[in-house]
């Protein structure tokens, strides 16, 4: 079984230019999360989605938007990219229910320059 | 922010010792995880304890949870130089948000 996938691995931006990222979630997960990880620290939570409404928005500003597809895959895009943007975005995604565990793709490494 | 925060934030041993890290949380929770992370990759997902759980047990790995004190512990058995990574507890809260909130990670390097 294809675990969750995202795309693309490595991106370098300018500062000001926008990003779209993408995910896929394990077939079945309905929930989709994105995490945002800067170097030396651990993940901080951006957004979860379940069967395509917002379900929960960390502390980012709203520089930041996602969605989330029919077919559950989700897409997170940063506009007006800043230096403190560049990190490792990372993707989870788990079925319904509170004591589910969250399966995380491998990241987009995101460089800002 | 931070959520949990683990103890210690590097720890180095040699292979076939046990190594214990801690996390320690400042609200009510759900449940706790523990993570591993390989140089800057993805997470992998070691165990869930769940609040009104106190012990779990995963092959080599053990983990206990404090409810009073807002403190977990991983216990990672007869260790293996494959085991250096960084290791993270997240914490999740009830409601509907089903957000995961980490701490800032314990390095583990086990030395061959």
């Known amino acids: 079984d294809a675990g969750v996938t995202q795309s693309p691995t490595h991106l370098i931006k300018t500062r000001g230019q926008q990003v779209t990222l993408r995910c896929s979630p394990i077939?079945?997960?309905?929930?989709v999360s994105w995490y945002q990880q800067v170097l030396g620290q651990g993940p901080q939570f951006i957004f979860q989605?379940?069967?395509?409404?917002?379900?929960g928005r960390g502390n980012f500003p709203d520089r930041f938007s996602a969605r989330q597809f029919p077919n559950y895959s989700s897409e997170l895009n940063v506009n007006a990219l800043l230096l403190g943007d560049s990190a490792l975005y990372l993707c989870?995604?788990?079925?319904?229910?509170?004591?589910?565990?969250?399966?995380f793709g491998q990241g987009t490494r995101l460089t800002v320059v | 922010s931070q959520q949990g925060e683990e103890d210690p934030q590097a720890l180095s041993i040699q292979e076939g010792e046990n190594a214990t890290m801690n996390c320690s949380y400042k609200?009510?929770?759900?449940?706790l995880q523990w993570y591993r992370q390989n140089s800057g990759r993805g997470l992998v997902h070691l165990i869930l304890?769940?609040?009104?759980?106190r012990e779990k047990h995963s092959g080599r790995l053990r983990v206990t949870l404090d409810t009073s004190k807002k403190s977990s512990s991983l216990l990672i058995t007869a260790s293996r130089a494959a085991d250096t990574a960084s290791y993270f507890c997240?914490?999740?809260?009830?409601?509907?948000?089903?957000?995961?909130?980490f701490g800032s990670g314990t390095q583990l390097t086990v030395l061959p």
């Open positions: 997240a914490t999740r809260t009830s409601g509907s948000a089903r957000q995961l909130t």
């Open positions: 304890i769940r609040s009104n759980e």
């Open positions: 077939s079945g997960h309905k929930s």
């Open positions: 989605y379940y069967e395509k409404e917002e379900r």
């Open positions: 609200t009510s929770i759900n449940n």
């Open positions: 989870a995604s788990s079925l319904a229910g509170q004591n589910t565990e969250a399966f």
